[in-house]
C-alpha cells in the first residue's frame, strides 16, 4: 500500500530512526522503485533537492494524520516531536492532492477490452504529480476502511505504522514481534 510505504520511509535500526529520503539520491532511489503508482518513467526519473524537501514535508503531514488516526494509542515515536500540528496537515494534505486534477481516460488496447484509467487532467511537473499521487494514497488510506486496522507497532526500536491484519497482530513484523518477546523476557529473568 503506497501510504504505508511512503510513511514507513522513516524507519529505524540499531543505531535510531533512518531517513530513507533524507538526501537526492535516497528520493531518487525510492520514487523509482514505486515508479508506476508515482506516475514516473523509473529510468529517466531523477528527483532534485526542491523535490525531495516538498515531499519530506508531505510525508510529516501524513504522519501527523496517521498520529492522529492511531490515537489515543500513542504515535511513532521516530519523528512524533517533528510532526505539523494537525490543523496545520490536513489543508497540506488536501491541496497537495488537489494540485493535480485527475480524469477518466479510456484506453482500449487492439487485443482486449477497454478500460479506464485515471490520469492528471492537464500536463503537470513530475514533482505534482508524485506528491499528489502520495496525497491521494494517504486520503484513500485514511478516509477507508483500512483506517479503523491502522496501528503503531510497539516493538522496541521500531517507528513504523502498520495495518493489523488479525485480532492478536501487536508488530509490524514477525522480526519485530520476536524482538518484542525477547526485551520481554530479559525484563522478567532481569527483575528476579
Known amino acids: 500500500m503506497l501510504a504505508l510505504e511512503f510513511v514507513s520511509t522513516v524507519r529505524a535500526n ?15 532511489t525510492w520514487a523509482r522503485e514505486h515508479a508506476e503508482p ?3 518513467d523509473a529510468a529517466s526519473f531523477v528527483a532534485d533537492e526542491a523535490l525531495r524537501a516538498e515531499v519530506v514535508e508531505l510525508r510529516q503531514a501524513v504522519r501527523a494524520l496517521f498520529a492522529r488516526a492511531v490515537s489515543p494509542d500513542q504515535p511513532s515515536n521516530a519523528d512524533a516531536h517533528l510532526l505539523p500540528p494537525f490543523a496545520e496537515a490536513l489543508p497540506l494534505v488536501n491541496a497537495t492532492a488537489a494540485a493535480v486534477p485527475l480524469a477518466p481516460r479510456l484506453d482500449w488496447p487492439a487485443d482486449g477490452a477497454p478500460n479506464i484509467a485515471i490520469v492528471p487532467a492537464e500536463p503537470a511537473s513530475a514533482s505534482a504529480r508524485i506528491r499528489a499521487a502520495l496525497a491521494a494514497a494517504a486520503i484513500e488510506l485514511l478516509a477507508g476502511p483500512a483506517r479503523e486496522r491502522l496501528r503503531t507497532c510497539h516493538a522496541p526500536r521500531c ?11 501487536e508488530w509490524c513484523s514477525v522480526g519485530c514481534g520476536n524482538r518484542a518477546r525477547a ?3 530479559y525484563l522478567q529473568h532481569k527483575a528476579r
Open 159 to 169: 517507528v513504523l505504522y502498520y495495518l493489523k491484519e488479525h485480532v492478536r497482530q
Open 183 to 185: 526485551a520481554r523476557h
Open 14 to 28: 540499531r543505531t535510531g530512526p533512518v531517513d530513507n529520503l533524507a538526501d537526492a539520491d535516497g528520493m531518487t
Open 38 to 40: 508515482l506516475g514516473i
